[in-house]
């Protein structure tokens, strides 16, 4: 196919003046064969077999932004979810020595995160899940890279209310243990978390996976806000039609890179995640594309909708663009990572229940905010149910990212540094469901489970 001279200075543009990039390619590691009744040669397996893999891919992708110029923004890996492989070796010692050797294994290659450090307990908890969770606090404080998730439901098996009573307390003690709480920041807990998701902290590479797989994640928010900022007489139907074109030319974009980088490793190409993911950079907010729709701040009455047409027409635009869509894919709307929902919250345009209603229709929840650190644990097992049970209901991936910082009270700011960006404490609700929660048990799945 001719590519014209338009179409180079157009892609041109948007990697120099619209921060449009390659988010993050991930390599997905299965670990499984390299489980050992002796410690220390399984540690030596996961470790040689991480490494090996993720230098050569560091390697590769460099050699892919010279080529095309296109920044890969980061560089990571997902394994095997490693309360699967530690059924074995299920003591607290063991399960912090497996968290190093993933964090060393990382670091030698040049990987900035690498996910997996999790488990999947839709309908329950074996001993090796609560023996990960009970160790979380001191692996997200004592590691660096590596990163954590918990998949608590899915549409087939209900809401495992008793795996959400775990994390209230977890996440207080992870945030007491780390700078900032810091901590949590790498922590996630989903209902059907896909087991192809590139993004962090919840990517892991799933149990119906091969053995090895590339995933990619691209991101444009800078790019879409330019172009809805330059149809500003569109109506909605005409928007959306703008925002799918240009998503499906990032969506090509961040294919051939995919699976140019696949075939130079020899190796299955996995999917394309096309998620618009934010970062602290000027320009690279998902909530400035919302604002250049028409709305004065985002949380303001009409961003449920603002948002909604957003997903609608970035999964669109994906869909026609690759045969190969899958993790997340839709919109992600982050508080500490994008400078336009940082200045809502401080507006006071956003709230807590606000946010939560907006990821009624977005592709992945509360994600990345802050809450007093004095919030008591059974509120924060309330606000992760309430989320969650959206995803239960409404047949979609939810996620919450949480940060009760010690010592913080609402309005206060908190800088984590790097790609986390700051967060503004968000106010809580004062009244507790503690004696609700305190029921434990399953949500039971939704009728709609009943397909088969």
């Known amino acids: 196919m001719t590519i014209s001279v338009e179409e180079v200075y157009e892609t041109a543009s948007m990697i120099l003046y619209q921060n449009l990039d390659i ?15 002796d410690f220390g040669k399984f540690r030596e397996k996961v470790y040689d077999k991480i490494y090996s893999n993720a230098v050569k891919m560091v390697a590769h992708a460099k050699t892919l932004e010279m080529k095309y110029g296109i920044p890969i923004a980061n560089k990571r890996v997902s394994v095997t979810p490693v309360s699967l492989i530690m ?42 899940d609560r023996m990960l969770v009970e160790v979380l606090p001191d692996v997200l404080s004592r590691t660096d890279r590596v990163c954590s998730f918990l998949n608590v439901g ?23 243990k780390s700078k900032n709480a810091i901590g949590c920041a790498k922590f996630v807990v989903f209902v059907n978390a896909p087991e192809d998701n590139p993004f962090m902290a919840g990517a892991f590479h799933g149990v119906g996976e091969g053995d090895i797989a590339l995933n990619i994640g691209i991101s444009g928010p800078g790019v879409v806000k330019t172009v809805v900022a330059q149809n500003r007489e569109c109506d909605l139907t005409q928007l959306s039609e703008v ?21 130079a490793l020899d190796i299955p190409f996995g999917i394309v995640d096309i998620s618009l993911a934010s970062t602290t950079a000027a320009g690279d907010s998902v909530a400035n594309v919302i ?19 957003l997903m609608d027409a970035v999964k669109k635009g994906g869909a026609m663009a690759s045969g190969n869509v899958g993790g997340l894919s839709g919109t992600f709307i982050p508080v500490s990572e ?14 807590l229940d606000k946010l939560e209603a907006l990821t009624s229709v977005c592709s992945v929840g509360l994600d990345m905010f802050a809450i007093p650190g004095d919030t008591p644990e059974e509120t924060i097992n309330a606000i992760i149910a309430d ?11 939810t996620a919450v990212r949480v940060i009760p910082v010690p010592g913080k009270k609402a309005g206060d700011l908190v800088a984590f540094g790097g790609l986390l960006g700051t967060a503004p404490v968000m106010a809580v609700n004062r009244f507790s469901a503690k004696n609700f929660l ?7 799945a939704p009728v709609t489970s009943m397909r088969n």
């Open 23 to 37: 988010r993050t390619t991930t390599l997905g590691i299965n670990l499984k064969d390299c489980i050992d009744s």
């Open 87 to 128: 059924e074995s070796h299920c003591e607290k010692n063991k399960f912090i020595e497996m968290a190093r050797t993933l964090d060393k294994a990382a670091a030698d290659a040049g990987i900035d995160f690498i996910g997996g450090f999790g488990a999947l307990v839709q309908k329950g908890l074996t001993r090796s």
């Open 154 to 176: 899915s549409n087939v098996a209900g809401l495992n209310l008793d795996a959400v009573n775990l994390l209230g307390g977890m996440l207080k003690l992870t945030a007491a």
């Open 243 to 263: 925002i799918k074109r240009t998503v499906f030319k990032i969506t090509r974009a961040g294919e051939l890179i995919g699976r140019e980088l696949a075939a």
């Open 291 to 309: 604002e250049a729709f028409g709305i004065e701040h985002i949380g303001a009455h009409g961003s449920t909708l603002a948002v909604a047409l």
């Open 338 to 351: 994008d400078e336009g929902m940082i200045d809502a919250v401080q507006a006071g345009a956003l709230s």
């Open 387 to 397: 989320e969650l049970a959206i995803g239960i209901i409404n047949n979609k991936t």
């Open 438 to 444: 305190k029921r434990g048990g399953r949500l039971p």
